[in-house]
């Protein structure tokens, strides 16, 4: 009976992409398709499933009655880099860039929701945070529609991500410390969201930041351990200190040089982790 629930449970949830017509009914049908192919998956009994190919005579499958859906334990914010929100839609749909995002927000705060909150979308790519090496698998993955140079943050767009934000944190227990931007978990490659007012967040309770009075750091504070503490990937050290800028002090962020101040900041972040 419980497999046969989640079976109903992902059928309807694969229903619910054949709701949109219009200019999206080819993309909608693609969905429609792809979720009742995971519900198929959902529903087989191991046994005729994973089990079988295990290489090894001696098995049984016998279904436990206490499982549940997997949910997400991580927000990850973006900026699309790209010249409006309809540009990254029919980015998300492009099937050879293979790339996706959970939610859209555009600049006028309009929420466009394109992966299920429980399926796997496309967004982190390589990276690491802590010792998670696959933010795809668990996260929820959020574009915001700015070009990532000039762009200014609106405030109709960030009330609506904070509102989505608050949604998701509810929904599936999200700890605070788990919403991070696409460059602290990949600071080689990314720098977005630029520019980003992460203090918003953070004093609504997404993320960290550091305190208002900033104490000197005691001595033999160690950069690199308070920076893999708080999750950065320090076998890259500087780009680590970048992706660190990046998001808390958004100055010199080219530079792998920590400064008098940018060492106040990170002793106060790193004190939040302990």
């Keep these: 009976m419980m497999i046969k629930k989640y079976a109903i449970y992902f059928s309807i949830v694969a229903l619910m992409g054949s709701c949109a017509g219009g200019k999206y009914a080819t993309t909608e049908k693609i969905y429609k398709k792809k979720a009742k192919d995971f519900s198929e ?12 190919k295990i290489n090894y005579k001696d098995k049984e499958w016998i279904a436990s009655t206490n499982f549940g859906v997997r949910k997400p334990n991580y927000v990850m914010i973006h900026h699309t880099a790209q010249k409006d929100l309809d ?33 796997r979308a496309h967004h982190a790519g390589l990276g690491r945070w802590g010792n ?18 000039s762009d200014p ?19 599936y227990k ?20 630029s520019r980003f007012p992460w203090k918003i967040l953070a004093d609504k309770g997404f993320g960290y930041w550091y305190d208002e009075v900033l104490e000197d750091p005691p001595v033999g504070f160690d950069p690199k351990i308070a920076l893999r503490i708080i999750g950065y990937d320090v076998k890259n050290l500087d780009a680590a200190i970048k992706g660190f800028k990046q998001h808390y ?15 106040k900041i990170l002793y106060s972040i790193f004190k939040k982790f302990l």
Excluded: C
């Design 249 to 263: 002090t958004q100055m010199d962020v080219n530079s792998a040089l920590l400064t008098e101040h940018d060492l």
């Design 174 to 193: 999200i700890p605070q410390a788990n919403f991070i931007g696409h460059m602290d978990y990949a600071p080689t490659r990314k720098n977005d969201p």
């Design 132 to 149: 998670d090496t696959d933010l795809n698998s668990s996260s929820i993955g959020i574009e915001l529609d700015n070009n990532g140079i």
């Design 153 to 171: 943050w609106p405030e109709v767009q960030i009330n609506a991500l904070v509102q989505l934000l608050s949604y998701l944190k509810e929904t």
């Design 87 to 119: 540009q990254t839609v029919k980015t998300f749909h492009n099937e050879k860039v293979g790339v996706s995002s959970h939610y859209v927000i555009g600049r006028d705060g309009k929420v466009v929701q394109m992966v299920n909150d429980l399926y």
């Design 41 to 52: 998956v959902y529903k087989e009994a191991p046994v005729k499933g994973q089990l079988e």
